[in-house]
């Protein structure tokens, strides 16, 4: 995994690499579900994190908000009363060229001489005003879920609005 922060690839820079099938060794995205809790029943409300500016949100940003927004409406709510759903995918591959630091790594590196790097993890684009996340559930848990998607919200590298509606 890449050891430079998350904030290096936070902006969308030139045309995103997707195409996984002429890349070698490409990492697995972290993300496990993109659909949690009661997968079966309707719900009457809709919660959704909606990202207020355009950016990239790295695969283990979407996993992390994930565990976060189920971890606080499973504890709150109960597993059966919401259904939680990623409508983001990390389809850029993120590349590194890495460089040797330290004594003697002159001798090592060779600088920008065939920099294209190597594939170090996946990344979604968002748009402007897209959602990134969802929860539905009943009148009742609107507040907790607002709370859960807050939380959520935080680990995603743009600010980000917590809106409700009616499910469709």
Avoid: W
Wanted: aromatic share 6%; with cysteine; hydrophobic share 40%.
């Amino acid at each position: 995994m890449a050891r430079k922060p998350g904030s290096m690839y936070r902006y969308v820079r030139g045309k995103p690499s997707t195409r996984r099938e002429y890349m070698g060794g490409v990492p697995l995205s972290r993300i496990t579900q993109f659909v949690l809790g009661n997968k079966t029943d309707k719900f009457p409300v809709q919660i959704l994190l909606t990202a207020l500016e355009k950016c990239m949100v790295r695969h283990n940003a979407l996993e992390s908000a994930r565990i976060t927004a189920n971890r606080a409406m499973e504890k709150n709510v109960g597993l059966t009363n919401y259904r939680i759903q990623i409508r983001v995918y990390p389809h850029v591959v993120l590349r590194e060229n890495k460089q040797a630091t330290g004594a003697g790594a002159d001798r090592v590196s060779q600088g920008m001489r065939s920099a294209f790097g190597k594939a170090v993890g996946t990344a979604a684009e968002v748009k402007q005003n897209q959602i990134v996340m969802m929860v539905e559930t009943t009148e009742n848990y609107i507040q907790e879920a607002k709370n859960a998607l807050r939380k959520a919200g935080i680990k995603i590298p743009t600010p980000c609005k917590v809106t409700v509606g009616k499910a469709a």
